[in-house]
């Protein structure tokens, strides 16, 4: 991802974790770059605190966020607006194009944006996005399941499986949403008994996002 695909992409972050955090009944959080990260499963190098306040600030401009702004401290509180929360919704980026373009929240490199000839919003073009940017998430999760292995000898062998029949179904053209969602729930599953340590958590946070990008 080159530097103004990053720069987009996290703006469409900050978009996102706003819009969930309000579902969740926070109006206005801190700007805070780890709860972005952890908020949209953010999946390229992390985020910096400067670079979310940037977004704040872009955010705002756009009419996308409302708040009061610090100086070399972006917007303190954003509270999402009614704009931002369709735009959000919608799974349509902020970047400014003649074609709907896919919000990328994550981080992942998508390629061909542009969809054209299909409605933002419709079942096709979220189909579309969701096949283009999951199969990224589901390969992270494997990742970072393997990882869990190395960590976590006792769970090993069940976290090794699940990490390959993860990467079995992301090789697949006809990705089957129904069968990845099964098995990303068994990867939840597989670091139960250290759910609470750092990779446990990584693997149950990817997985929880890598759903959410089906549509579960």
């Known amino acids: ?13 900050v978009l996102r974790w706003l819009y969930v955090r309000k579902l969740e009944g926070r109006k206005a959080p801190a700007t805070d770059a780890a709860d972005i990260v952890v908020a949209t499963s953010w999946q390229a190098p992390p985020i910096a605190q400067d670079e979310a306040f940037d977004a704040t600030l872009y955010l705002r ?28 919704a919608s799974k349509q980026s902020v970047r400014p194009s003649k074609e709907p373009l896919v919000a990328n929240p ?16 419709s079942h096709g ?3 579309t996005i969701n096949v283009t940017a999951s199969t990224d998430m589901v390969r992270a999760v494997a990742d970072a399941l393997e990882r869990f292995a190395e960590e976590h000898p006792a769970g090993a062998d069940r976290a090794q499986e699940v990490a390959s029949n993860l990467r079995v179904e992301a090789e697949d ?17 597989a670091v139960a008994t250290a759910a609470g340590s750092e990779i446990g958590q990584q693997v149950t946070q990817l997985a929880v996002g890598a759903i959410q990008s089906l549509g579960a």
């Open 1 to 13: 991802m080159d530097i103004e695909d990053r720069v987009w992409a996290i703006r469409d972050a």
């Open 125 to 127: 073009f979220t189909q």
């Open 173 to 189: 053209p006809e990705l089957d949403g129904n069968r990845l969602t099964a098995l990303l729930g068994t990867a939840i599953g």
């Open 106 to 121: 994550s981080g992942v490199t998508i390629h061909n944006y542009a969809q054209s000839n299909v409605a933002v919003g």
């Open 61 to 88: 401009e756009q009419g996308y966020l409302r708040g009061q702004a610090a100086m070399g401290a972006g917007v303190l509180r954003p509270m999402i607006t009614a704009e931002g929360e369709r735009l959000a």
